[in-house]
């Protein structure tokens, strides 16, 4: 199946949306010969006065469901950093962690909120082939087995590596580097220029696609959040290809299709 690799979301609805329906996407999936990955954070807008909005994240997140619901072995949905109900997770001062769990309690109840979170527990960190590997943050700075991985669970500081690391840069010192991404590849048996994509860190604000960052190649962020329209990154012959689509508002479409179905 050809990956279709689409980064942080961030409750823009629209993008997923515009996604799937775009570059026949969908009828791959029907047909097998296409999956979905999203390398997490689908929930939490980013955008200035929609941080506390917790709605378009809690109907983000019944799309994705729904589409695992329908192609469970074509959907792959990673865990990021804000796949949390913890309090400790925030955003300009803002709980959205806590916010998003008391808004699902408000209209669904503490049982549906308790399997949410048993979702957020059970999912994977990384997806591997021979001809990429993803994940929401960026690489390990510790040793990395394909065991490890699977049993994350003993192993705590792997895991908040995936999720959390950055990018080194003049600001952020502490972060990943080229030898870390080397060695990432290394320890799982990766070729050396195996495309690496993950997100988490945006370069700038205005942009989506970043290749070959940092000098080091294959190694590629992806941010399919912003308002203006969503990037992906697709599998064309063996090569990872960026891909951008403008901006559509397809949830009032559909909401005027639901209208004048009433009427």
């Not at 063996?238 to 639901?258: C, H, Q, R, V």
Request: charged share 25%; aromatic share 8%; with cysteine.
């Amino acid at each position: 199946m050809a990956p279709i690799i689409v980064g942080d979301l961030h409750a823009q609805v629209n993008n997923l949306l515009k996604i799937i329906t775009e570059n026949r996407f969908l009828a791959g999936l029907e047909a097998d010969t296409a999956s979905l990955i999203i390398l997490g954070d689908a929930v939490h807008s980013e955008v200035d006065g929609e941080m506390e909005d917790m709605d378009s994240s809690i109907l983000m997140m019944d799309l994705i469901l729904r589409l695992k619901q329908y192609f469970p072995k074509n959907l792959f949905y990673l865990k990021g950093n804000h796949d949390t109900f913890s309090e400790s997770l925030s955003k300009n001062t803002i709980s959205q962690g806590l916010l998003m769990r008391r808004r699902l309690q408000e209209l669904r109840g503490d049982e549906y909120v308790a399997e949410m979170e048993r979702f957020y527990n059970l999912l994977a960190y990384v997806i591997c082939s021979d001809s990429f590997i993803a994940c929401h943050a960026g690489p390990s700075r510790r040793k990395v087995t394909r065991n490890k991985l699977i049993n994350l669970h003993h192993h705590a500081k792997i895991s908040n590596d995936l999720i959390n690391s950055r990018l080194k840069r003049p600001h952020y010192l502490a972060g990943y580097t080229k030898s870390d991404v080397k060695h990432f590849r290394k320890d799982l048996g990766l070729a050396k220029h195996t495309p690496f994509i993950v997100g988490h860190t945006p370069i700038d604000p205005s942009g989506s696609v970043w290749r070959n960052v940092a000098d080091i190649k294959g190694h590629h962020i992806i941010c399919s959040s912003n308002p203006d329209g969503p990037s992906l990154f697709e599998e064309v012959n063996n090569k990872m290809i960026p891909i951008s689509y403008p901006s559509e508002p397809l949830i009032k479409f559909i909401e005027k299709i639901d209208e004048n179905k009433e009427t």
